[in-house]
């Protein structure tokens, strides 16, 4: 178990803590990384979440931890998944407000269907897309704004972490699952995905791509691909605004980059627009 974990200082004025139904779903968010592995993953279930994060405590209810944990799966803040038929969940911005965790014990929790487990460091989309205006200015503040991840690293340089396992080539037909929707291949082929995490996401996006059409599905992709956004549930929301806006556009290239940039200000662009409502 580690003895730290990092809070950004950004998140007071983080669009999804804010809008939090309570300030005990707040709290849980604050505490929860403290108790998942190096990998951002623990066990979905709602008695699980309460002995880890709420030790000593036997009063509070367990419909008030699904109830929480209910809200950031919805918001896209977690993501469930099966293995074997048992529940987990991982946080997909791990990577980005963790840093390198590889000193830490090897994750007791098996990896997502859709991810490469080998190493703790980006997930395969975070790699695959390198730098961004978001994450670099995330790198430079981790040494001002953020505590060591391991008391040990005080003072001393950690070591390099292992080099990153190789990137399957996903746009080739073989590494894409037949029977998707043009942009659930361009989703599939941007984020290096094998299969979808669960049901409920592919039914997600396949409504939203009905909803909006295809051509605004695809510029919604590229958009979050760009911006090193892989949740379903904000790439839908995304996709939600452009068709009601028409002033979302892609850049020439198709690749979203004139888009919003930053945590903070693709969610106010996200929640720009009263006529959707946020985190559909």
Not at 34 to 63: A, H, I, Y
Request: some cysteine; proline content about 8%; overall charge negative.
């Amino acid at each position: 178990m580690p003895q730290w974990r990092k809070l950004h200082t950004k998140i007071t004025e983080s669009m999804d803590f804010n809008d939090m139904p309570d300030d005990f779903t707040r709290l849980l968010w604050l505490l929860l990384p403290t108790q998942l592995c190096r990998e951002g993953r623990g066990v979905d279930n709602p008695t699980w979440v309460r002995s880890k994060v709420f030790t000593m405590r036997d009063d509070l209810p367990l419909k008030q931890v699904a109830a929480a944990m209910d809200w950031f799966a919805n918001r896209g803040m977690i993501v469930r998944y099966q293995v074997d038929g048992r529940r987990y969940f991982y946080v997909p911005t791990w990577a980005r407000y963790q840093g390198k965790t590889e000193k830490e014990a090897a994750s007791e929790y098996p990896a997502p269907p859709d991810l490469v487990e080998s190493y703790a460091g980006p997930a395969p989309d975070l790699v695959a897309k390198g730098s961004g205006s978001d994450s670099d200015s995330d790198s430079d503040s981790d040494s001002d704004s953020e505590t060591d991840t391991d008391a040990s690293n005080s003072g001393a340089n950690a070591p390099s972490a292992p080099p990153a396992p190789e990137i399957p080539v996903v746009s080739e037909s073989s590494k894409i699952p037949a029977g998707l929707t043009v942009a659930g291949r361009e989703y599939f082929a941007q984020f290096h995905r094998a299969r979808w995490a669960t049901k409920e996401q592919r039914d997600q996006f396949e409504a939203s791509e009905r909803d909006v059409g295809t051509n605004i599905m695809l510029r919604a992709v590229k958009w979050a691909a760009a911006n090193n956004i892989s949740a379903v549930p904000k790439i839908c929301s995304a996709a939600a605004k452009m068709k009601t806006n028409g002033s979302a556009r892609a850049s020439p290239g198709g690749n979203g980059h004139d888009m919003p940039h930053g945590e903070d200000a693709i969610e106010a662009w996200l929640k720009s627009k009263e006529a959707v409502p946020h985190g559909e």
